[in-house]
C-alpha cells in the first residue's frame, strides 16, 4: 500500500474532565486515499467522532461494521482496525470505563471488542459537530468531542477507590501487586475486584497486564534497536519469552515481526 502522510496530535484533557478522560487524539490527512488506523489494547474504551466522504468501516478479525460519525468502542482485547478514506479528521477521546457505562447507559461487558452507534439525535445538538464538518476542521470537531463529554459528565459521580486504582496502575505502568493497592485503598483485594470487574470491564490484574503490554508497546515503536531482553526486563516481564507470549496475544505477531512489518505500514496507530 502507498505510503500516505497522516498528522496526529494528542490534545490535552481539561482539568474538570480528569475523572472522566484520559488522553485525546486527533488523526487527520488531507490525502484522497485509503488509511488503515489500527489500535490495540490499552485499557480504555473510547468516544470518536470523523468526517470523511465515504464509508468508515471497523474491522476486528473477520468481522466488519460500517460506522455512523459519532461511535463509541470498548476494551480492545483484539486488534482493531478502522478503514478510512481521505481527506478525512478521525478525533478519539479516551474514557475511564465506570463513565460510559453510568453516563451514556452502555454496559461495560458489551463494548469488548466492539462498537456502539450514537445515535443523531444525542449529539446533533452539539453544533460544533456540524460545524467542524462544514469547515473540515479537527481541531473544532476536538473542542465539539470535549463539549459533548462534559454535558455528559455533569451527571457523573466519580468512584476515588476505582480511580485511585486506576492511577496506581498507571503510574506504574503495570508492574504491581493488586493486593498491596488493596491495602493502601484500606479494602479488600475480593472487593477491590469485584468493584474492578463490574465497572472496567476487567480484572484489576487484566487491567494491569494491557497497561504493561501497552508500555512495552510503546517502548518497542520509540527505540528501533532495542532489544527484546531490555523490553522484557524493563517492564518486569519473567524473561523475554513471557514478554514475546503476551505481545502475541495482543497483536497476533511476534515483536520482532511487529517491528519490522511496522517500517512498511501505512497507518498509524494508538501509541
Not at 117 to 138: A, L, N, V, Y
Not at 211 to 219: A, N
Request: glycine share 4%.
Amino acid at each position: 500500500m502507498t505510503t500516505i502522510l497522516m498528522h496526529v496530535t494528542k490534545r490535552k484533557i481539561p482539568i474538570e474532565l480528569k475523572y472522566v478522560a484520559k488522553d485525546l487524539y486527533i488523526y487527520e490527512s488531507k490525502n484522497s486515499k485509503k488509511e488503515i488506523l489500527t489500535f490495540f489494547a490499552d485499557g480504555f474504551p473510547g468516544l470518536v467522532f470523523f468526517h470523511s466522504h465515504s464509508q468508515v468501516k471497523v474491522i476486528v478479525g473477520e468481522l466488519s461494521k460500517v460506522m455512523e460519525p459519532v461511535f463509541l468502542y470498548g476494551q480492545t482485547l483484539e486488534p482493531i482496525q478502522i478503514e478510512i478514506e481521505g481527506p478525512f479528521f478521525f478525533v478519539m477521546v479516551q474514557l475511564f470505563p465506570s463513565f460510559v457505562e453510568e453516563t451514556l447507559e452502555i454496559p461495560i461487558s458489551e463494548l469488548t471488542n466492539s462498537c456502539w452507534t450514537i445515535k443523531k439525535e444525542e449529539w446533533q445538538s452539539e453544533s460544533g459537530f456540524e460545524s467542524s464538518i462544514q469547515k473540515h476542521s479537527s481541531e473544532m470537531a476536538a473542542d465539539a468531542i470535549l463539549q459533548f463529554v462534559k454535558s455528559k459528565a455533569k451527571k457523573f459521580s466519580p468512584d476515588l477507590t476505582l480511580h485511585n486504582c486506576i492511577e496506581t496502575i498507571l503510574e506504574s505502568n503495570g508492574s504491581c501487586e493488586i493486593q498491596n493497592i488493596a491495602n493502601e485503598l484500606g479494602i479488600s483485594e475480593r472487593t477491590l475486584q469485584r468493584k474492578f470487574q463490574k465497572s472496567v470491564g476487567l480484572t484489576p490484574k487484566q487491567f494491569a497486564t494491557i497497561i504493561r503490554f501497552h508500555t512495552s508497546l510503546h517502548g518497542l515503536n520509540e527505540d528501533k534497536n532495542i532489544k527484546l531482553t531490555d523490553i522484557a526486563y524493563e517492564n518486569g516481564y519473567s524473561d523475554q519469552s513471557h514478554f514475546i507470549r503476551q505481545f502475541k496475544s495482543f497483536t497476533k505477531e511476534k515483536p520482532f515481526q511487529f517491528r519490522e512489518k511496522k517500517g512498511n505500514m501505512s497507518g498509524s496507530s494508538n501509541f
